[in-house]
C-alpha cells in the first residue's frame, strides 16, 4: 500500500497526535531528554512546528535512548567525519517498524516484488551486524529490497566489470533495481557503464548522498540525471532524503523528479535560521525532519544542518509538502554517507 497518500491537513492532524504522544513517552522513558524539555518550558504544542525540535548534532555528545540497556538491539553510527558520530539505538521493536516503512516507502517505485539488483559499493561494507556505519546499514537495509546481488567493486576495491557484465547479460532484459550512495553510483557504475558501454535501460535507480563530491566536479542533480539517461539508457531515478538518526524515514523523489516527498508518517519544517519561524514555500531554510518511527530513542523531531526549500503543498505527485535540499549549512560538518568514502575496499 501507499504511504504517499495524505493531504497536508490529514497529515498534520495525524502526526500532531502521534508526536505529541512520543514526546511525552521519550520524556517518561529518557532522563537528559526530560531535562531538555524541562529547561526549554515545554509543555504542549497546538502544531507540528510547535513540537520541541532536538539539534541533530546533539546525537554526537549523549547517548540519547528510551529503553533499557538490555533491550538494545543493536546501534547505529552516523557518518561524521570529525570523528565524532551520532550513536542511535534500536531495540527490536523500533528495528521492525523502520525496516517495514522503509519497505513501504519504497514500494511506492519499485513494486513489490524483490527485483535482481546491483549495488553500486563492496561487499565489505557488511562487516559487522551489530554496529553498522550510515553506509553499511544504508548498503543493507536496501540490499533486501533485492535477489540476486551483483556488486561493483570487487574485494580489492576496484570495479567489476565482469560481474556487472555478467548481471546484465542474465537479468539485463527485465527491470531490475541499482542502489547506491550519489557519488559511488557516478564513480563506479556511471563511469565503467560508459567506458564499457554497458546498457543499463531497464534499471531503476535509487540513491541518496555524496552531492558535495558531485558538485565539486560540476556534476548538479540535473546533470547526473542527463548523463546517466544519454549514456547509459537508464530513465528511472528516484533520490531520497534520509538520516541515521531517523532510520527507517526517508523523503522519496516522485516520479517526475525534482522534489522530495514526506511519506505519511513524516513531515519536514523548513525553519529561519535566526528566528526560528517556519518559513513559508519558497523560502530557503533549516531543514526540520519529524518522524513517527523513533521509539526507542527521542529522535522524533529533529533540527538538521541542512538547508531547503518547500517547493509547493498538494501540488507534486504525491499529496502533502514537497522540498529540495539547497546543501549544508555553512561551518556545518560534512556528514553525507558517500562522503566520507574512501578509494579502497572498506
Known amino acids: 500500500m501507499s504511504v504517499f497518500t495524505l493531504s497536508q491537513e490529514e497529515r498534520e492532524a495525524r502526526l500532531l497526535k502521534e508526536l505529541a504522544e512520543l ?11 526530560d531535562r531538555i524539555l524541562a529547561a526549554q518550558g515545554f509543555t504542549s504544542a497546538q502544531t507540528v512546528a510547535e513540537l520541541p525540535w532536538l539539534p541533530v548534532r546533539l546525537f554526537k555528545n549523549l547517548a540519547l ?13 552516523s557518518s561524521g567525519t570529525t570523528g565524532d558520530v551520532s550513536r542511535i ?7 521492525a517498524a523502520q525496516t517495514r516503512h522503509l519497505a513501504a ?10 527485483l535482481p539488483m546491483i549495488l553500486a559499493d563492496s561487499r565489505g561494507i557488511l ?51 541499482i542502489f547506491g550512495f550519489t557519488y559511488l553510483v557516478w564513480l563506479h557504475l ?12 531497464n534499471g531503476i535507480l535509487v540513491h541518496s548522498g555524496g552531492w558535495k563530491k558531485l558538485v ?7 546533470e547526473f540525471r542527463r548523463r546517466l539517461r544519454d549514456d547509459t539508457g537508464l530513465t528511472r531515478m528516484h533520490n531520497f532524503y534520509g538520516m541515521v538518526e531517523q532510520i527507517g524515514t526517508v523523503f522519496l523523489e516522485g516520479p517526475s523528479g525534482g522534489s522530495l516527498h514526506c511519506p505519511d508518517f513524516a513531515d519536514v519544517v523548513i525553519r529561519n535560521p535566526h528566528t526560528w519561524a517556519e518559513q513559508p514555500v519558497g523560502e530557503p531554510g533549516l531543514i526540520e525532519v519529524v518522524s513517527t518511527l523513533p521509539t526507542s530513542y527521542p529522535g522524533h523531531v529533529l533540527l ?3 538547508l531547503g526549500v518547500l517547493d509547493g503543498i498538494d501540488d507534486g505527485d504525491w499529496p502533502g509538502k514537497r522540498f529540495s535540499v539547497l546543501g549544508r549549512l555553512p561551518r556545518a560538518e560534512a556528514r553525507g554517507c558517500s562522503d566520507t568514502y574512501r578509494e579502497t575496499a572498506s
Open 304 to 306: 538538521t544542518e541542512d
Open 89 to 95: 539505538f534500536l531495540d527490536k521493536a523500533a528495528a
Open 105 to 114: 516507502t519504497l514500494h511506492s517505485v519499485l513494486g513489490p516484488q524483490r
Open 216 to 222: 565539486d566536479q560540476a556534476v548538479p542533480p540535473a
Open 23 to 33: 514526546t511525552e513517552h521519550h520524556r517518561a522513558h529518557c532522563i537528559e531528554y
Open 127 to 177: 562487516k559487522d551486524r551489530r554496529s553498522f556505519s550510515a553506509r553499511g546499514a544504508g548498503v543493507l537495509g536496501m540490499a533486501t529490497f533485492g535477489r540476486d546481488h551483483a556488486w561493483t567493486l570487487d574485494p580489492d576495491g576496484q570495479p567489476d566489470v565482469a560481474a556487472l557484465r555478467e548481471f546484465l547479460a542474465k537479468h539485463g532484459n527485465a527491470p531490475f533495481l
Open 190 to 201: 556511471y563511469e565503467v557503464a560508459r567506458e564499457h558501454a554497458l546498457d543499463l535501460s
Open 65 to 77: 535512548k528510551s529503553v533499557p540497556d538490555n533491550e538494545v538491539f543493536k546501534v547505529l553510527t
